[in-house]
């Protein structure tokens, strides 16, 4: 079983940028695909990016690609996902994942974090 919390947080101005991390219990972390996921206000989750195990290959949803980079720090039991170029849309509460599939959807998430807000002011 892994345990996830997420770190980082908080209200940005239009154009700059926040780190999040997500920080993983137990010794299995690095055999899960980790993924970030976001919910603004009455939408439904979505997939943000991927990031494989060994951390070699990465996925992005369009609206975030070339703004947003997810790395991992296995020895650390650690991903992040970096927000750069942050626009007001991207608000959301920002949540992490692990699944043993490599799979960009929710639904084959198995362990979730609690999620950290991210408001971003125009």
């Known amino acids: 079983q892994v345990q996830l919390v997420e770190s980082g947080g908080g209200l940005v101005q239009a154009g700059g940028s926040l780190r999040l991390s997500c920080a993983a219990s137990?010794?299995?972390?690095?055999?899960?695909?980790m993924g970030w996921f976001r919910q603004a206000p009455g939408k439904e989750r979505e997939f943000v990016g991927t990031?494989?195990?060994?951390?070699?290959?990465?996925y992005y949803a369009d609206s975030v690609k070339g703004r947003f980079t997810i790395s991992r720090d296995n020895a650390k039991n650690t991903v992040y996902l970096q927000m750069n170029s942050l626009k007001p849309e991207d608000t959301a509460v920002y949540y992490c994942?692990?699944?043993?599939?490599?799979?960009?959807?929710?639904?084959?998430?198995?362990?979730w974090g609690q999620g950290t807000q991210v408001t971003v002011s125009s």
């Open positions: 137990g010794r299995t972390f690095s055999s899960y695909t």
């Open positions: 990031i494989t195990v060994s951390g070699s290959n990465t």
């Open positions: 994942a692990a699944t043993r599939r490599s799979s960009w959807l929710r639904s084959e998430y198995d362990y």
